[in-house]
């Protein structure tokens, strides 16, 4: 054999073995320190939405979001503002603006009219979030619009929320 081929295959065995050692040591800890200040992944999330133009406050609820690689975000809310099965889960967008800072766009079908005059109407939830990650915590200030099925607007309402990141058993410490 010759002294370039064994160099070559020594170099291969030291970056093969290099390799199979650090795996070990990459696992949930190195997950854990890549995503901090990073919005990809899954969180829970409480939203404490007002009236836009008067402030009163309406009743709190819990969403899960997730956010995927590429861009696109799936929402589910527990609102008590719907009656099950009026409204769809949320599909959207979101983008990375700087640092920190992202921006969301979901938009959610509203299936039938609540029994309520005037409240929800057959169309459409969009969802505008400015969102601040601050390791696996996040804030959002939010705009909901209510479109009817004609597309004219019905509804604004606005909301901050607070979450947390939401990672399975292993990576607790």
């Not at 291969?12 to 050692?21: H, K, Q, R, T």
């Not at 057959?122 to 479109?147: C, H, K, N, P, Y």
Request: proline share 5%; with cysteine; glycine share 10%.
């Amino acid at each position: 054999m010759s002294s370039q081929l064994r160099r070559v295959s020594s170099l291969f065995a030291v970056s093969v073995l290099g390799v199979a050692l650090l795996q070990p040591f990459g696992g949930a800890a190195a997950a854990k320190s890549n995503r901090a200040g990073r919005l990809q992944g899954t969180w829970r999330v409480q939203f404490n939405p007002v009236n836009c133009q008067t402030g009163a406050p309406l009743a709190p609820f819990a969403v899960r979001l997730s956010f995927a690689r590429g861009g696109t975000v799936t929402e589910v809310t527990s609102s008590q503002a719907f009656l099950p099965g009026q409204r769809t889960p949320g599909l959207g967008v979101w983008n990375h603006i700087d640092d920190n800072a992202y921006r969301a766009v979901i938009e959610g079908f509203i299936l039938f009219d609540s029994p309520a005059p005037g409240v929800f109407k057959r169309g459409v939830q969009r969802l505008m979030w400015d969102i601040e990650i601050d390791g696996d915590q996040m804030t959002i200030a939010s705009t909901s619009q209510f479109f009817d099925a004609n597309g004219n607007p019905v509804f604004v309402a606005c909301a901050s929320a607070t979450g947390t990141r939401f990672e399975d058993a292993q990576d607790e410490d």
